[in-house]
């Protein structure tokens, strides 16, 4: 039973540089959502992706959009990078949208120099 | 806005103590899930509270949401080497948008 599995493991950009990050839900789920987790704090909520729609929104600005595709896999993307865009980027699945529990993957390491 | 605060932000633990965490929020939750983070790591599930007054046990580990499901806490007894890592409480802030706390990071000394 696969879990969630993100990719790429790490990834290094500079400033201004556009960023696409992957998740695949673990099997059985259809909803994703992505976090920020900078370094000693916990993981803030960027959005979440159920039935192919962003149903929720945190506080982000809009550099930061997402795509979930039919297979309930999606897609994080980062334009115009910022240095304070490093971080730890967490996708978690969970089924049926809401406040269900979530299964994290191991996350992406994103570094802007 | 909703606040969701965790205290102590660290805490140091001889092997075989007990010790208890403890999580806030601002306003009325419908629920509380708690998760672990070892170093290195990336969060796992370990409870959801959803009963004002709900007491949950899983081995060493006690979790409670208050009565008036505004606060919520996780016990430890017989601290492990195993249980090191940064334990968060998250709570609903809109549907499908959970809150995290910061976070308390476990160090524990055999």
């Known amino acids: 039973d696969a879990g969630v599995t993100q990719s790429p493991t790490h990834l290094i950009k500079t400033r201004g540089q556009q960023v696409t990050l992957r998740c695949s839900p673990k099997s059985g789920h259809d909803t994703v959502s992505w976090y920020q987790q900078a370094l000693g704090q916990g993981p803030q909520f960027i959005f979440q992706?159920?039935?192919?729609?962003?149903?929720q929104r945190g506080n982000f600005p809009d550099r930061f959009s997402g795509h979930q595709f039919p297979n309930y896999s999606s897609e994080l993307n980062v334009n115009a990078l910022l240095l304070g865009d490093s971080a730890l980027y967490l996708c978690?699945?969970?089924?049926?949208?809401?406040?269900?529990?979530?299964?994290f993957g191991d996350g992406t390491r994103l570094s802007i120099l | 806005g909703q606040q969701v605060m965790q205290i102590p932000q660290y805490q140091h633990v001889q092997e075989g103590e007990d010790f208890t965490t403890y999580c806030n929020s601002s306003?009325?939750?419908?629920?509380i899930q708690w998760y672990k983070q070892r170093p290195g790591g990336h969060p796992v599930f370990l409870i959801q509270?959803?009963?004002?007054?709900e007491v949950k046990k899983q081995k060493r580990l006690t979790f409670q949401f208050g009565e008036a499901k505004k606060n919520s806490s996780l016990h430890i007894t017989a601290t492990q080497t195993t249980d090191v890592g940064t334990y968060f409480c998250?709570?609903?802030?809109?549907?499908?948008?959970?809150?995290f706390g910061a976070g308390t990071q476990v160090v524990v000394t055999p």
């Open positions: 992706y159920y039935e192919e729609e962003e149903r």
């Open positions: 978690a699945s969970s089924l049926g949208g809401g406040d269900q529990p979530q299964h």
């Open positions: 306003t009325t939750l419908s629920n």
């Open positions: 998250a709570a609903p802030s809109g549907w499908g948008k959970l809150q």
């Open positions: 509270l959803v009963k004002s007054g």
